[in-house]
């Protein structure tokens, strides 16, 4: 979190993009996140940020042009074409901070759980 945070002082983050289909370069020790920044200006509206969850390996886009062109028009319109190929969660910067103050982690948000939001007051019974 102390790099997304550090990227945020000067940056808004546009989109997430992480692999759901193993690791894309064989060396790394850790996951590969692939970020889209635009630099913060003072007339910026509150910024969202779109996490894309690729359902293909970098091997299976490079053997198949059409997906490979559906997941970049995807991510250039900033809409889910083929959920095969990627799935598209978008959440505003209070939502993020809403979520991610329930404790639940930052790779969480690759999926649809804006819906915790919707229930963190409520009570239920044990």
């Given at each position: 979190?102390?790099?997304?945070?550090?990227l945020k002082q000067r940056y808004n983050i546009?989109?997430?993009h992480i692999s759901g289909k193993g690791r894309w370069f064989?060396?790394?020790r850790r996951g590969n996140y692939d970020y889209r920044l635009r630099k913060k200006r003072?007339?910026?509206?509150?910024p969202h940020t779109d996490f894309w969850l690729w359902n293909l390996s970098l091997e299976q886009l490079s053997e198949n042009s059409e997906d490979e062109n559906?997941?970049?028009n995807s991510a250039l319109l900033s809409s889910e074409l083929n959920r095969n190929i990627a799935r598209l969660s978008t959440y505003s910067e209070s939502q993020m901070e809403g979520l991610l103050?329930?404790?639940i982690c930052y790779?969480?948000?690759?999926h649809d759980v804006d819906w915790l939001l919707d229930v963190k007051n409520k009570?239920?019974?044990d």
């Open positions: 979190m102390k790099f997304v945070n550090a546009k989109q997430v064989k060396k790394c003072k007339d910026d509206e509150r559906t997941l970049i103050n329930l404790n790779n969480a948000l690759f009570n239920y019974p």
